[in-house]
């Protein structure tokens, strides 16, 4: 496992998300709380859309895709809500030192 330093903290407010290309991954980082971030997978899993772009709910933990309205859980990466049923990837992430880090498999 690789540990990624992605981005200043600042670049996601709380309570939003934002899309990073790393490597191969287009991946969605949101922001709950200031130290608490989660990354999955950008692209829904239903059709194209970004997830990043979607509403989050920080005491729910999940985004709204914006394209067809399926709640994906942050943690899991699966959707709790139709249309989309399959899940997203997640990668385990952390704020440290003013920095977001999202792992990957090397
Ligand atoms: S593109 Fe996300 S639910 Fe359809």
């Known amino acids: 496992m690789e540990l990624i330093d992605v981005c200043d903290v600042n670049e996601v407010p709380v309570g939003s998300g934002r899309a990073f290309t790393v490597?191969?991954?287009?991946?969605?980082?949101?922001?709950?709380?200031?130290?608490?971030?989660?990354?999955?997978?950008d692209r829904c899993s239903h059709d194209?859309?970004?997830?990043s772009e979607g509403e989050v709910d920080c005491e729910e933990l999940c985004?709204?895709?914006?394209?067809?309205?399926?709640?994906?859980?942050?943690?899991?990466?699966?959707p709790r809500t139709l249309p989309a049923f399959?899940?997203?990837?997640?990668?385990?992430?952390?704020?440290?030192?003013g920095r977001i880090f999202v792992e990957f498999s090397a």
């Open 48 to 51: 194209e859309a970004s997830l």
């Open 23 to 41: 490597g191969e991954h287009r991946i969605a980082i949101f922001r709950v709380s200031d130290h608490e971030v989660y990354a999955i997978d």
């Open 86 to 97: 399959a899940p997203v990837a997640t990668y385990r992430s952390e704020v440290r030192d």
């Open 63 to 78: 985004v709204e895709c914006p394209m067809h309205g399926s709640l994906f859980d942050l943690r899991t990466g699966k």
